[in-house]
């Protein structure tokens, strides 16, 4: 099974283990911090504040063998408030920021900030803004250039889209300085079937609150659509 799993700081959150279970096994999980049990073998980790790494100690009584397994918990912080992104920004990367926003919860409105010129070199395409369960009317995601910031968000894609948003409550806003001035571009050079960007719900899920504004697009070819 899985045996690391990131528990979202200040989430109402808890994680179950699933060893194997069988009449002749014994089990010794350690240590305790945070567990329901430490003698049986699905124990749950609650209301975690600190990663911890667990091992468990399963006994076949019957035979007297026994192998140990193991399983951490990262426990990481929501996200709330402005983060830059950038080379000497809270994130080096857009690619990186976006997997945080992906991987944990929100207890706020969320902003990213672009203070670098290019995002190319350094970040992993398609870059893609899943759904996050957190998200709401106050528990927004804003992508926009910092103020003075010319940024241009480039890269080679075919047969995709350089920029998928999967989820709602997500603005890419163009604009260094709050008007309606365009100084965000995003490229896509590719020449096959290639898109720049895609607004798009996953499963069941509609999109909603999704907005990109004042910026410039641009697609590698005439014959696909650029959004």
Known sequence: GRN?????????EAWGFYPPAGGSLTYLWTPSTFLSST????????????????NVLITNTATGCSNNAGATVTVSAPLNGIYTVGAAGNYATLTAAISAYNSVCISGPVTFLLTDATY?????FPLIINRNTAASAVNTLTIKPAPGVNATISGTVNSNALFKVLGSYVTIDGSNNGSNSRNLTITNLGTSAARTLVLGSTSTFALTNTTLKNCIVI???????SI
């Open 219 to 225: 697609n590698g070819t005439h014959f696909s659509n």
């Open 4 to 12: 690391k799993q990131i528990f979202n700081l200040g989430a109402a």
């Open 39 to 54: 003698s049986i073998s699905n124990p749950v980790a609650n209301a975690m504040t600190a990663t911890t790494n667990y």
């Open 120 to 124: 190319s070199a350094g970040e992993t």
